[in-house]
């Protein structure tokens, strides 16, 4: 299996730097203190930093909003994910527990001030891609069962047609949600060659590690640039 960014990306986002986690054999129906503690630490943090702060004017967020202006996405109405995780700790609400490999992605993201996702990848065996939506391709809001359609020269994550992260690290959608029943899943882990790439490594390290550690399951990581456009792996 792959992932792969469609090469003129780069074109708009020459210095895109995505790390990438894979894990399967995960038991996601149990609880786990460790990650329940890491979650919490980073929430702590979260609002200690950002205590009459505004978000947006963070060295560490700015760059993915200069980002989102050059695909042509308004950051102010569509934010990216982390930016959308600090503004409401930021506002002072509480950022639910979801089940332990949401948490555990939150915790990391948090930590690093990246934006991350989690896609689980057991109801397809397709690669899964960063590219420009085309015909035929539909998205699921979480929560939803209307389903949408990608604007035109819009970026998404996608499994097929199945669109996974609408405006690149804006919304995830129903497919590939994270359930209990999860047991494979992708963490792609978004950041800037030259700008945090050093960062995204750390967190990827540290992802791949906690993962190991906590679940005992088969974990491959690695990364994804102009240079390298796909990370391929068997699990």
């Avoid at 986002?13 to 986690?21: E, F, I, K, R, T």
């Avoid at 791949?208 to 102009?226: H, K, P, T």
Wanted: charged residues 30%; aromatic residues 10%.
């Amino acid at each position: 299996m792959r992932f792969k960014i469609e090469k003129k990306i780069f074109d708009k986002l020459d210095n895109l730097y995505v790390g990438v986690v894979v894990a399967k054999g995960v038991d996601n129906t149990k609880k786990y203190p460790q990650i329940s503690q890491a979650l919490t630490e980073s929430l702590k943090v979260a609002e200690d930093r950002f205590l009459d702060k505004k978000v947006k004017e963070d060295e560490l967020i700015i760059p993915y909003r200069e980002a989102f202006r050059k695909l042509g996405i308004n950051p102010n109405k569509f934010q990216c994910s982390v930016e959308a995780l600090f503004g409401r700790i930021a506002k002072g609400k509480k950022l639910p527990s979801i089940n332990p490999l949401v948490d555990l992605n939150n915790a990391v993201s948090l930590k690093h001030t990246l934006p991350m996702g989690t896609h689980d990848l057991g109801r397809s065996s397709e690669d899964i891609e960063m590219r420009y939506a085309r015909s035929g391709d539909t998205f699921t809001p979480m929560g939803s069962t209307e389903t949408e359609t990608p604007e035109d020269g819009e970026i998404i994550y996608a499994v097929g047609n199945e669109v996974r992260t609408r405006r690149w690290a804006w919304r995830q959608s129903e497919y590939g949600k994270i359930t209990p029943d999860t047991n494979y899943v992708f963490f792609p882990i978004d950041g800037f060659r030259g700008v945090n790439n050093t960062e995204a490594d750390a967190a990827t390290k540290e992802l791949a590690e906690l993962l190991q550690n906590i679940f005992g399951c088969e974990v491959v990581s690695g990364y994804v640039d102009r240079e390298h456009p796909e990370f391929e792996w068997s699990l």
